[in-house]
């Protein structure tokens, strides 16, 4: 097997990684948004659109991605504040399928087809750096309400959370 066959292996992962942080963030807050896949799939169409069809830089792309991707989710997390569980789960849920709804009937971005013409502009170095970002991030928060409810639930766990018992 070639070292090379791997790279794409690894990146995928590694951007993997950095978006599974962001659906811990979302745990650490005591809520669980279904709707990251399709947050992350704004942030990533909006960036695909930029590179493609307005000629734009990678990273300049890439950061207003990550932008439209934070303006999406934080208009969500508005709307799903007062949100409890069952609910917030079902909205944030319905929120993700719309999007994939649309994202499939929206002929300029591919439609069906999906969008075209993406260059692979990333290599390992890029998704270690946002893995590692999205590591130290998730790692500096503080526990939240989530992991304050478990530690008086079990002592234990705020010892791995850093957060008082």
Known sequence: M????M?????????????????YVTALSGQLSMATA????????????????FGWAFLPAILM????GALVGAV?????LKMRD???????LAFGEALSVLA????YIGGAN??????????????????????????ALPAGRYATIRSRRAPWASRSRRCAP
């Open 2 to 5: 070639n070292l090379a066959s």
């Open 38 to 53: 399709a947050i992350a799939g704004v942030g990533g169409y909006l960036a695909a659109v930029l590179t493609v069809n």
């Open 65 to 68: 991605g990550a932008v439209g």
């Open 104 to 107: 499939f009937n929206w002929d």
């Open 86 to 92: 069952f609910i917030l789960k079902l909205t944030t």
């Open 76 to 80: 969500l997390a508005l709307v799903t």
């Open 114 to 139: 999906s969008f075209t013409g993406i260059g692979f502009k990333t290599d390992i170095w890029i998704a270690l750096a946002a893995a590692l970002v999205a590591l130290y991030g998730a790692s």
């Open 7 to 23: 790279t794409p292996v690894a990146i995928f992962t590694l951007l993997n990684v950095a978006m599974a942080l962001g659906l």
